[in-house]
């Protein structure tokens, strides 16, 4: 495995109770730095712990991070804790119903929205100025290969996805000059905890689209997020990084 300079990088990574965030989490630990866990799930949270303390230091923070305030006091709970924050990785999501767009019910498109779309924002919008103050940063959106070419069936996290990979590309032009990178990863489906919110027919189809004929693995989601959270990351901005086991066209 490969090993990032991570010493003394202070990490915040939101929905880092289980799956794709809790990877995260060991890949930064593992690499020197400190993490910070947001999830509204205080049992996942707890188990995460558990599992992380023989790693390194790790803090938790139940926190909805669809709510402003909540997000605005978390975000200084994790200076409080950590000293500093150079790394945010917006990880926390939903997949949403699996239904035709005409069958949504608006209540479930907003919910999709608010959280996969709305809550990276609000994060970014506490932590920035923070990163600003200190001119180093590293930001990484968890979005989607649905994002690019929007799934049928998933019509509000496609859109919400799409709409973080527009979100990483104004950010990261926003921020060029300031020592704050912002960069997203856009997987295929990576089976995770999330698969529980799917029908088997959404899944079938996800597999069908992926040339290497398998799903992802979290670990190799976040070996090329510790990249992108190392210093070595040092000329990509508003980049969308692919790792769709093929599936990618463009």
Known sequence: ?????????????????????????????????????????????????????????????TVDVTNAAAVTAATQAAIGQLGHIDILVNNAGITGPNLKTWEYTPEDWRKVLEIDLTAPFLCCRAIVPHMRSRSYGRIVNIASIAGKEGNPGAPAYSAAKAGLIGLTKSLGKELAQNGVLVNCVTPAAVETDMFKQMTEEHIKYMLAKIPMGRFGKVEEIAALVAWLCSEECSFTTGGVFDISGGRATY
């Open 1 to 61: 495995m490969n090993r990032y300079d991570l010493a003394d990088r202070k990490a915040v990574i939101t929905g880092g109770g289980r799956g794709i965030g809790l990877a995260i989490a060991e890949r930064l630990i593992e690499s020197g730095g400190e993490v910070s866990l947001w999830d509204i799930d205080a049992h996942a949270l707890d188990a995460a712990s558990k599992r992380l303390a023989a790693k390194g230091r790790a803090h938790t923070t």
